[in-house]
């Protein structure tokens, strides 16, 4: 390299660029016309293949992974719900959070329901934007906002309780009442934990 050129790179010859051209244009191929293409058969014309069901091996054995499609199943059914309210399942329960204890602060709700703090603050936005909310500097700390529901998040709440007891009604008609109540039992030592 001469002194005074580093790091500048030759161009290739004239003659070397050109054949890399004819390479390249090379290698397309012209597409196959319609009447070359191999014919594909239907999807009605295929035979359905019997599929062996699949097997979750040790999962199935495992109370957590039962657990895990339990909620899978409940939040399906809660999120059906709540849709004709536009409330996610978060939302609902920031907001009853928020309505068993008003002049709440963010923190807190965070800690309870184990929601990142800037997640909760998306929510609290979105909760604030459509007026269902209120949330104001606290009295105490400036550095928290206090979360309180409105006139309208209190009635939104109301209309919303009954679709939420026919949620669990159904939970409790798909496993029977009596396997609804020991899972309530069961369950409620994980509700004092965070």
């Known amino acids: ?60 054995q495992l109370l957590g992974y039962r657990l895990r499609r339990a909620q899978l199943w409940v939040f399906k059914e809660f999120g059906r719900q709540l849709s004709a309210y536009d409330v996610s399942p978060a939302q609902f329960s920031v907001l009853c959070v928020i309505d068993a204890n008003p002049g709440i602060n963010q923190l807190a709700i965070a800690q309870l329901l184990s929601i990142e703090r800037a997640g909760l603050g998306r929510l609290a936005d979105h909760l604030e934007g459509r007026g269902l909310v209120r949330r104001t500097a606290s009295a105490i700390n400036r550095r928290y906002y206090v979360l309180s529901l409105t006139d309208e998040g209190t009635a939104l709440l109301r209309r919303i309780r009954p679709a939420v007891a026919e949620s669990d009604k159904r939970l409790a008609a798909k496993i029977g009442p009596r396997a609804y109540r020991d899972l309530q039992r069961a369950l409620s030592i994980f509700l004092q934990e965070n």
């Open 1 to 60: 390299m001469e002194p005074g050129k580093a790091g500048v790179r030759k161009r290739p010859a004239k003659g070397l660029r050109r054949a890399a051209r004819v390479v390249k244009s090379s290698r397309h191929q012209p597409r196959a016309t319609q009447a070359e293409k191999p014919a594909r058969a239907k999807p009605s014309a295929l035979k359905p293949l019997a599929l062996k069901p699949l097997a979750l091996g040790d999962l199935s």
